[in-house]
């Protein structure tokens, strides 16, 4: 239930049409078969098929509309898929921090920690 109220409210979907909106309004109904699905996943060390599908949209960079050069593309995946996604990275990163397994000198991807601290360290040492 922590996890999709987290979520910011998004009227975008993905293929199944299920808003981040609407997943919070029926978090009290969905929260027991949902943890239950991520705890098998998690045991099983698979995630489920459908919630790997996207949908990929382009995206205006910024100028002439007409270039096709001028677009990125974005993934638009399910909001099930984004609740189970932060449940693992939250799972894993606990993991990782409990056993110390990440070197002190990894600065990228972490909470608390910067560019601007690894160049600190840098230019200390």
Known sequence: MKKINSLKIKESSGYDKVSK???KISVPFISSPLSY???????????PTRLKYAIAKPLLKKGDNENV???RPISLPTSF???FERIIYD???KH??????LAVQQFGF??????EKASYKLTIS
Do not use: D, P, Q
């Open 21 to 23: 909106k609407i997943l």
């Open 37 to 47: 699905i991520c705890n098998k996943s998690m045991l099983s060390g698979t995630f």
């Open 69 to 71: 050069a001028n677009y």
């Open 81 to 83: 898929s984004k609740v």
């Open 91 to 93: 799972r894993l990163l």
């Open 96 to 101: 990782i921090e409990t056993n110390y397994i």
């Open 110 to 115: 972490r909470t608390s920690s910067s560019t």
